[in-house]
T-cell receptor
Framework: GQSLEQPSEVTAVEGAIVQINCTYQ??????LSWYQQHDGGAPTFLSY????GLEETGRFSSFLSRSDSYGYLLLQELQMKDSASYFC??????????FGTGTKLQVIP | GAVVSQHPSRVICKSGTSVKIECRSL??????MFWYRQFPKQSLMLMAT?????????EQGVEKDKFLINHASLTLSTLTVTSAHPEDSSFYIC????????????FGPGTRLTVL
């Protein structure tokens, strides 16, 4: 089976940097994705890591360490609109994607 | 970017009725579509994976006779909740994968189902 763990809530100040961690246990692993979801909306794709290392896309970066079964999402220059839930998701065998428990990020002034 | 639509966005129905939700990929061919349900303040739970022209693969604990999935074409998948009950009330979200970005899932806007 697959399981993913994330912190349930994180609070950070506007303009700051925040890191959201994700640890996973999986029987098959092809990659780790990150999604953002605002209340009442659908998830939107942020990033995908298949190999170890850091992927940067604008203010967002994502890191993966396959040997540690660990990844994180880094959000820089936080804006109020970044307040949302963030999910990590593992792509395993048979095209299956399993989502983490989600981290609710609150950005405060 | 790729666009996925869902219809209806909201539906309220009486207990015992059936509800059909459509998921369409508008500007790409979706080789694989996924159906999720999400309860308030919880994560997305994968219900089933469907490939065009073949039977859906259901996750453990999901009743295939209750949640009928049809992936008739590369742009359309439907989820029918049969004999709906109040405990089926949830946010149902589809996603699609295909086109140039194989590693990315494109999510529909979701359908909020309320069963009275």
């Amino acid at each position: 089976g697959q399981s993913l763990e994330q912190p349930s809530e994180v609070t950070a100040v506007e303009g700051a940097i925040v890191q959201i961690n994700c640890t996973y246990q999986t029987s098959g692993f092809y990659g780790l994705s990150w999604y953002q979801q605002h209340d009442g909306g659908a998830p939107t794709f942020l990033s995908y890591n298949a190999l170890d290392g850091l992927e940067e896309t604008g203010r967002f970066s994502s890191f993966l360490s396959r040997s540690d079964s660990y990844g994180y999402l880094l959000l820089q220059e936080l804006q109020m609109k970044d307040s949302a839930s963030y999910f990590c998701a593992v792509r395993g065998g048979y095209q299956k994607v399993t989502f983490g428990t989600g981290t609710k990020l609150q950005v405060i002034p | 970017g790729a666009v996925v639509s869902q219809h209806p966005s909201r539906v309220i129905c009486k207990s015992g009725t059936s509800v059909k939700i459509e998921c369409r990929s508008l500007d790409f061919q979706a080789t694989t579509m996924f159906w999720y349900r999400q309860f308030p303040k919880q994560s997305l739970m994968l219900m089933a994976t469907s490939n065009e022209g073949s039977k859906a693969t259901y996750e453990q604990g999901v009743e295939k006779d209750k949640f009928l999935i049809n992936h008739a074409s590369l742009t359309l998948s439907t989820l029918t909740v049969t004999s709906a009950h109040p405990e089926d009330s949830s946010f149902y979200i589809c996603s699609a994968r295909g086109g140039k970005s194989y590693n990315e899932q494109f999510f529909g806007p979701g359908t909020r189902l309320t069963v009275l």
